[in-house]
């Protein structure tokens, strides 16, 4: 008898009858597989993880310096008005996202009447024709008056005056 | 049994139900395999039953992912390869070790001590051998796999299991004279 022989026939060994149905129950009694429960973990995550990159994009951003005073706060555009022209004051429009404090309230800006009257009118105005080539007065058309020196008075020389 | 049966049917009713039957199909045949390579490490019938259900518990875990399932009695060898391997190291103060004759010439009420003795040698021989030409010769004396079988099994070329069983019987004769 060679070894292979032997070896062939120590090997010829038979599991029991209940082997298999025993594997079934076993496998029966188990959960459900791995990639079951993966999916139904990974759901919930990829839900998550959704919900917090929108929330972190309808966040206005704000730069904080070292002492935690917000140095620029994004604040939303105002709508465009229409023109005001007969408003009597500039209006200062709150930024859309109250939820920012402010460290200090902000000084107003002084600005001359005359001069927010004629800035209301370039902005809200009727267009300039800037497209027509300026029409103005001649240099022809300009007098000059010419001037008039009076002499300097002299004295006598030699008298103090 | 029966009743075991019915419930995994049970359990596999809806769209995975052709990937469960595809595991019970490969179930059925490769059971011999697994506790035939689990008992040639252990040679413990009923250890080898249980290490043998352990890897088809981790097949089936596993059995969606696996790729090739062409492969599958080739992941279920080495599996159940290792986890003997991690049972019988685990279970060193076993000594009383079911006599592979009493195994496999059951029926045969005669044998003799000489046969026992020539059993124990020869387990002993392969226990010695590297792992590698250990799994070699015994899967080619299992269930009359041929060379071209016994690579596909584990995964490398066919030159590669000739040289491991032309090594593997020749320490064998050398540990066995």
């Known amino acids: 008898m060679t070894i292979d022989q032997e070896l062939r026939a120590a090997l010829s060994v038979e599991p029991s009858p209940e082997f298999v149905a025993r594997v079934r129950t076993r496998i029966a009694n188990q959960p459900q597989p791995r990639g079951w429960r993966i999916w139904w973990l990974a759901a919930p995550a990829a839900a998550a993880v959704v919900m917090l990159a929108a929330l972190f994009v309808s966040r206005p951003a704000t730069v904080v310096d070292s002492q935690g005073v917000p140095l620029l706060e994004s604040r939303t555009l105002p709508a465009v008005m229409a023109p005001n022209v007969a408003a009597p004051k500039l209006q200062v429009h709150e930024p859309a996202t109250p939820q920012v404090a402010r460290a200090k309230p902000e000084s107003e800006v002084m600005i001359d009447r005359a001069e927010a009257n004629a800035l209301r009118r370039l902005v809200f105005g009727p267009p300039l024709n800037i497209d027509q080539p300026y029409v103005g007065t001649t240099l022809a058309a300009i007098e000059i008056t010419p001037l008039a020196i009076e002499p300097l008075p002299i004295g006598s020389e030699g008298v103090r005056q | ?177």
Request: glycine content about 2%; proline content about 2%; hydrophobic content about 45%.
């Open chain 2, 1 to 177: 049994m029966r009743e075991a049966a019915e419930t995994l049917a049970i359990s596999v009713s809806g769209p995975d139900a052709e990937l469960e039957r595809d595991f019970e199909t490969r179930l059925v045949e490769s059971s011999t395999l697994a506790f035939r390579v689990a008992f040639s490490v252990l040679r413990h019938r009923q250890d080898a039953e249980d290490v043998a259900q352990e890897a088809f518990t981790r097949a089936y875990r596993g059995f969606r992912q696996l790729r090739d399932r062409n492969r599958f009695r080739s992941w279920l060898v080495r599996t159940t390869w290792r986890l003997a391997l991690d049972f019988q190291r685990g279970s060193r103060r076993r000594l009383a070790r079911e006599s592979v004759v009493e195994a496999t010439t059951a029926a045969d009420v005669a044998e003799t001590v000489l046969q026992r003795e020539r059993a124990r040698r020869l387990w002993a021989a392969i226990d010695a051998l590297p792992e590698k030409l250990r799994v070699a010769v015994v899967l080619a004396n299992m269930q009359e796999h041929d060379v071209a079988e016994v690579a596909a099994l584990l995964d490398v070329p066919e030159g590669t299991v000739k040289s491991r069983l032309f090594l593997a019987r020749q320490r064998l004769k050398e540990l066995l004279q």
